[in-house]
Structure formats: structure tokens, C-alpha cells
């Protein structure tokens, strides 16, 4: 009688083993298809939705998402209806790559796949080469350098330079066996606060040995908001801005509910600095910081106008942020160079320097390439490379 029901409780036993081993021998890659299917479905689901919307709906541009401002948006797009943008998720725009003699608001530029206007792309520093990176916003970029107008596109000076391009062309001119980059990051209607974040993305792999920044005008302008409220760069919102750039679904549904949004009833606090003075400094800041870390020297130039008269309120306001800046970069012991023929305390026989208001035209891109290079040697800031002689105008 024992002994069978030692049998018995062995046979439970063994059978719960059984059971047991049962469990733990369940094939490893079914276990794997059974908790991956929800996952699949999910993004099969996700995709499906996808392919629908791209089918049925008009896409949506990144640029529209990214920047809000009306008063930006009109910038972008000039008389002829011609735009060089696209949507950027750091930068929130940046010029498009490729670009082959297109006729933006009567300048012709060309691109590389980059979007820089330089000759080829830009890839690794080579070895014994000498890079100098160049921020700044339409200034730099070369707004209306060269002039052309749409009507007769094959007519314009293709010897006027952006002063950064006529910098690099001249260096390599009088330094034939030197390797000499300059290149060229300013993007229209950037201000300090994008051309930081811009470095900060770009700082590593560029490996620059000369950093030069040029932010004003923008940073002057009258918003809602400023910049550091409706542009965050934190990586989050960099995630974000990316999921919107690659897909139509999540861009429609972003869309949506922006245009069925009411109204906020907070009210209007005024106009707003896109940069805020105590930012625009501190921004400059710490792109000195940020490119000294990397092993690169720092130059800053004075933001450039050539008048208080056309507009007085604004006048006044870049005067302040100059001053600010010149201060401040003199305190930190970073190399500040003011051009003042291009500041308004020179007008108006700054006249013959500029396009109009904001912008140097070639004679004022040509002085602005003098007086830097002149500069950049007086303070040791270009090696043993030799200074090519030029003529201010």
C-alpha cells in the first residue's frame, strides 16, 4: 500500500516536471514572434497609416511646421515666388542643398549637397590643412553678392564674393601651396542663438582652426516672442522636430490641431527681442567657449547698418547691442573687430557701401574682407600664412 502511493506521489511529481519542462522548452523563436507581434501589428499599423496619407493628402512642407511667424515665412519667399528653404529640425531652416544658379530675391546662389555656398563638399579636415568656419546670418551669407536680376539671369559680376568666399580665394592666391578652407555656415535670417546650435551640431566634425561670428540684424528684430522661447533647443525638441521631418502623418496631425487650436486669452506682453541683448552677448559667449573647447580661436565682428535715420527705433537698437557686444568681448578678452565705416555713426558717407539699409553691397563685402584679414594678422590669428595685399574699394 506504501508503496504505491510513493508511486503515485512519483508519477504527480514527474508529471508536474514534465509539465514544467514543457514550459521551459517552448522554442525560443516562437516566444520571440509571440511577444514581437503586437509590436509589428502596431507598426504595421503606423506604416499603413502612412502610405494613406502621402496618397490622399497635399504634403506639408517641414518649413511651414517649424516656423510659425508670419512675418518670418513672407522672408523666405521673394517676388518671383522663388524660395532656396527647407525645414531644418536643429536649425528650424536652412538653405537647400544642390542648388545651381538659382535666382533668390536678385541673388544668384548655388549650393552644394550641404547646402553651403562652396565649391564641393565639405569632409573631413585634411591634414595640414588651415579651416576657418564663418557664423553669421544674410550679411555673411552674401545677400544680393553678386546682384542679378531674374530677367536676365546670365548678366551679373561673377567676381563678387560673399566676404568669406573672397577671403578664401585671396589666402589661396597668395599662399598657392597651402591647403586654406573657408567655410561659409551663415544662412539667412539667422540669428546668434541658431548659429550656436548650428556649431554645436557641426564643431566636431568640421575641426575648425579659426571660428569668425557676425550676428545683428536679426537679432535686433521685433517678435511675439523671442528666440530662445519659440526656437528650444533642448534634445528633446530636436527629437520631436525630427519625427516631423520624416513623416506626413504625424506633420498633418501637428497641422490639425494647430489650425483648430483657440485662440490664446493670456494677453499680448508687447513685442519682444528675437534676441534679448543679455542673450545676444551671451551667445557669442559661448560660442567663444564652445570653440576654444575644440581647439579653434575666436574672432567676433561687430553686427554692421548704415543708418539711424530710415528707421530710428532700430537704429537705436543695434547701436545698444554693439555697444553690449564690444564690451563684453573686450571684458572676456576675445577678439572683437568693428568695421566703422559700416556702422551708422559713419553715415552718410557709408552710402556707396551698401544695398540698402541692412546689407553691404560689393564694395561693402570687399572692405569687410580688408578689414578683417587685416585684422586677423594684426592679432597673429592667421599663422604663417601670408596676408594678400588688397585694395579697400
Not at 566676404?163 to 573657408?182: C, Q
Not at 564643431?203 to 579659426?210: A, F, S, V
Not at 516672442?225 to 520624416?246: C, F, N, Y
Not at 557686444?325 to 572676456?332: E, P, T, Y
Amino acid at each position: 500500500m506504501g508503496d504505491s502511493k510513493t508511486t503515485a506521489h512519483d508519477a504527480a511529481e514527474a508529471g508536474a516536471d514534465g509539465e514544467v519542462r514543457n514550459e521551459t522548452r517552448l522554442p525560443r523563436a516562437l516566444r520571440i514572434i509571440l511577444l514581437a507581434t503586437p509590436f509589428v501589428l502596431f507598426l504595421g499599423i503606423l506604416a499603413g497609416i502612412e502610405i494613406v496619407v502621402r496618397a490622399t493628402l497635399p504634403p506639408i512642407s517641414t518649413l511651414s511646421l517649424f516656423v510659425i511667424s508670419p512675418l518670418q515665412q513672407h522672408g523666405f519667399t521673394d517676388s518671383e515666388n522663388v524660395t532656396i528653404f527647407e525645414g531644418d529640425p536643429v536649425r528650424f531652416w536652412r538653405v537647400r542643398p544642390n542648388l545651381d544658379r538659382v535666382i533668390w530675391d536678385y541673388t544668384v546662389v548655388s549650393t552644394n549637397e550641404q547646402g553651403l555656398r562652396h565649391e564641393g563638399p565639405i569632409g573631413p579636415k585634411r591634414e595640414g590643412s588651415r579651416r576657418i568656419v564663418t557664423l553669421g546670418d544674410s550679411v555673411t551669407f552674401g545677400y544680393r553678392i553678386p546682384v542679378v536680376f531674374p530677367k536676365r539671369p546670365e548678366e551679373y559680376d561673377r567676381d563678387a564674393l560673399p566676404y568669406p568666399l573672397a577671403m578664401e580665394r585671396d589666402l589661396r592666391a597668395a599662399n598657392p601651396d597651402r591647403d586654406i578652407e573657408v567655410v561659409n555656415l551663415a544662412v539667412p535670417g539667422y540669428t546668434s542663438h541658431q548659429g550656436l546650435a548650428w556649431l554645436r551640431h557641426e564643431i566636431g566634425r568640421l575641426e575648425p582652426d579659426l571660428v569668425i561670428a557676425c550676428f545683428g540684424w536679426n537679432d535686433a528684430n521685433l517678435r511675439a516672442a523671442t528666440d530662445r522661447e519659440m526656437m528650444k533647443m533642448g534634445w528633446h525638441d530636436i527629437a520631436i522636430r525630427r519625427a516631423l521631418s520624416t513623416s506626413q502623418a504625424i506633420s498633418h496631425l501637428v497641422s490639425w490641431r494647430r489650425e483648430r487650436q483657440p485662440p490664446s486669452a493670456a494677453p499680448f506682453a508687447g513685442p519682444s527681442l528675437r534676441v534679448p541683448v543679455e542673450d545676444y552677448v551671451d551667445n557669442f559667449l559661448k560660442i567663444a567657449e564652445l570653440a576654444e573647447a575644440h581647439g579653434a580661436s575666436v574672432a567676433v565682428i561687430g553686427p554692421v547698418y548704415r543708418d539711424s535715420i530710415q528707421n530710428p527705433d532700430e537704429g537705436a537698437r543695434m547701436t545698444r547691442q554693439r555697444d553690449a557686444l564690444r564690451d563684453a568681448m573686450q571684458k572676456a578678452g576675445i577678439a572683437y573687430l568693428e568695421i566703422p565705416e559700416l556702422t551708422e555713426q559713419n553715415h552718410p558717407e557709408n552710402l556707396m557701401l551698401f544695398g540698402e539699409l541692412v546689407h553691404p553691397n560689393k564694395r561693402g563685402h570687399r572692405l569687410m574682407e580688408v578689414r578683417l584679414l587685416e585684422f586677423l594678422s594684426h592679432e597673429k590669428m592667421l599663422w604663417d600664412l601670408s596676408v594678400p595685399e588688397l585694395d579697400a574699394v
